[in-house]
């Protein structure tokens, strides 16, 4: 069956640091990737999905593509900041079916 | 998009009682989807609640443990029955919509039983 395949954390990383969350997912057909985020005491938040191969999501800073031969979806950002804390979920989507989400990454950024 | 309020936003609870969650969302939509997240873990999906017929329930998850009611498009519940301590989570209600589909959720309602 579809399921996602997160990198475990918890991570922590100074502010300016370069940030890479892996994830990889198995499903048939083509499904939708996304990236949701959670802020402490809030629910998930879309961050940015890709709903084809090649594409490539992009928002506040972070950005991840979807790459079909190897499967993966990774999470990345050039440059994190302390308001970047948050736990990390990869999820995919297949019309008629449900979300998958990852086990989550928590991130911490220290000043 | 899709605003959904949900609560209570947390609670604290004796082992043996019931707590119903409620979930209301800003549009109509045909499915609301209910998540259990236990503390470091990802969101485990209890039951999809669809308007006019029971709700279907994933595999580990039963109606008499976790009843849930959705009597029209915008609004669904969901009562954690004959609670326990492993119940301690988080639940969330989420919505899919859009055409490029896109889950939405609620601010989450965290349980304790003590």
């Known amino acids: 069956g579809d399921s996602v395949t997160q990198m475990e954390g918890p991570v922590t990383l100074s502010e300016e640091a370069f940030l890479t969350i892996n994830c990889t997912y198995t499903?048939?057909?083509?499904?939708?990737l996304f990236w949701y985020v959670q802020y402490p005491g809030e629910g998930l938040q879309l961050l940015l999905k890709?709903?084809?191969?090649?594409d490539k999501g992009s928002n506040k800073g972070f950005e991840a593509t979807y790459r079909k031969e190897t499967t993966s979806f990774h999470l990345e950002k050039g440059s994190v900041q302390v308001s970047d804390s948050a736990v990390y979920f990869c999820?995919?989507?297949?019309?008629?079916?449900?979300?998958?989400f990852g086990t989550g990454t928590s991130l911490t950024v220290i000043p | 998009s899709a605003v959904i309020s949900q609560k209570p936003s947390r609670d604290i609870c004796q082992r043996g009682t019931s707590l119903t969650i409620q979930c209301q969302v800003d549009?109509?939509?045909?499915?609301m989807f209910w998540y259990r997240q236990q503390p470091g873990q990802s969101l485990t999906l209890i039951a999809t609640a669809n308007q006019g017929s029971e709700a279907t329930y994933e595999s580990g998850f039963v109606i008499d443990k976790f009843p849930i009611s959705r009597p029209n498009l915008t609004f669904s519940t969901l009562t954690v029955s004959n609670m326990s301590p492993e119940d301690s989570s988080i639940y969330l209600c989420?919505?899919?919509?859009?055409?490029?589909?896109?889950?939405?959720f609620g601010q989450g309602t965290r349980l304790t039983v003590v």
């Open positions: 499903a048939t057909g083509y499904p939708s």
């Open positions: 999820a995919l989507f297949r019309t008629g079916n449900q979300f998958y």
């Open positions: 890709a709903t084809k191969a090649d």
């Open positions: 549009s109509q939509v045909t499915m």
């Open positions: 989420s919505v899919v919509r859009g055409t490029q589909p896109e889950a939405f």
